[in-house]
């Protein structure tokens, strides 16, 4: 590879890393609907032709945003989990519980783009699936390391999953390999729980009700991992 194509490729990905900077200005501002090429464009001095070599249109630009909400939510998810033993799967849950929280308080409008309402028209494309799954799969790596040392003991609260879903559970038993329907029906329940906590308090439907957030979240969490089986 020549050092001016190594350059150019430099410049490129630089350019790139400043539009989405801007672009995120302005999902902050505008909304994920809102999201106008040609007004990054200007902010950025640029000609709106000029922009449309890097992302021909506005969906290519909200994919790029999408992809590098998730990686940034994964890799906190992956270094909060990494922190904790391998067998403090109770630790590793709540570590993981706790740095997503933390990165959508930090990062509220990206977080609205992967978690809220879906943009009109806007189809994700399948480079988004690795990505998006990052966060999921360290879940689905402590549930299944808990099954695969004989330390989960889901409590005999709920009813027995019906047969119909069974389907439905083999599609999510890749994530946690020799966990039964039951487990794997706990372990969404608590996924979508996790995330559903974190979507109330950032999108307001906690106020004037909820107001020692960070412990009742706490609380909570601690909950789903005492319906998941984790040990105490």
Known sequence: MSASRTARERVRAELIREITDVARRHLAVDGATGLSLRAVAREMGMVSSAIYRYFPSRDDLLTALIIDGYNALGEAV?????????????????????????????????????????????????????????DTAVFGQIIGDAVAAGRLNPPAILPEPPAIISSDADAVRTLIPGASDDVISRAVTAWTGLYGMVSFELFGQFNNTIEHRAEFFEHNMTGLARLLGLPA
Do not use: N
């Open 78 to 134: 992956e270094k909060a989990e990494a922190t904790r033993a391998r067998d403090d799967f109770t630790g590793r849950w709540l570590a993981v519980c706790r740095a997503i929280r933390e990165w959508a308080l930090a990062h509220p409008h990206v977080y609205a783009l992967l978690y809220g309402s879906p943009v009109p028209g806007y189809r994700a494309p399948d480079d988004t699936i690795a990505p998006a799954a990052r």
